[in-house]
């Protein structure tokens, strides 16, 4: 595999959208939520109810404007995974949430959702995801990276925060728990 990583920009929106439309969620039946559901602040039917087009509209609208930033992770020309995070106070979600938004939110990046295509996984692209994160954050001058996991013991369906075992391996540790979610936090040392 010739594994590259690079941010999400309007010039990459058709290597986006041809991952989520042909390979992320392919194993589970599907899904169409662009990775737009940590910029709102709504219920699950309220968000998906206007459709796939509504739901591709709003995304196009997000990444042409800034607000839906991340990562692809390529096999050579081909987008097979993908990583949602940015600074925290850009998810609606998490600062509605008075759990999720504690702590420092002004120098944190935040990472809301890894999807990594079926036949992709195990392949440590996560982990790519995860070390190109902490890099681009730390020469961004961000002081934290935060993750939100869900504990269990092993993995579900729609598990898009990550595992915590990643989390662990780079370095992040866990600050506080609620509800079967934990907030994991990595320090990044400025030089």
Same mark, same amino acid.
């Given at each position: ?6 941010? $999400?920009?309007? *010039? ?8 989520? !439309? ?21 219920? @699950? ?33 081909? +987008? ?7 600074? *925290? ?17 002004? *120098?944190?990046?935040?990472? @809301? ?13 996560? +982990? +790519?995801? $995860? ?13 934290? @990276? ?22 662990? *391996? ?8 609620? !509800? ?12």
């Amino acid at each position: 595999m010739n594994l590259e990583i690079k941010p $999400l920009t309007p *010039k990459f929106a058709a290597d986006f959208f041809d991952f989520f !439309d042909n390979r992320a969620f392919t194993d589970r039946g599907g899904a169409f939520c662009y990775c737009t559901w940590f910029h709102c602040d709504c219920s @699950v039917d309220e968000h998906y109810k206007p459709g796939k087009e509504a739901m591709r509209d709003c995304a196009i609208n997000y990444i042409n404007s800034g607000l839906l930033n991340g990562y692809l992770a390529y096999d050579g020309s081909i +987008a097979v995974g993908w990583c949602n995070t940015d600074r *925290k106070e850009n998810y609606l979600r998490l600062m509605k949430d008075p759990f999720l938004c504690a702590g420092n939110t002004e *120098k944190t990046k935040a990472i @809301v959702c890894f999807e990594i295509a079926p036949e992709y996984r195990g392949k440590r692209i996560a +982990a +790519a995801l $995860l070390a190109r994160i902490c890099d681009d954050a730390k020469v961004e001058g961000y002081t934290f @990276v935060e993750g939100y996991p869900t504990l269990h013991e092993k993995h579900t369906p729609f598990d898009y925060a990550g595992p915590m075992r990643l989390y662990e *391996k780079f370095g992040f540790i866990k600050v506080t728990e609620q !509800d079967n979610v934990a907030i994991m936090r990595k320090e990044l040392v400025q030089k």
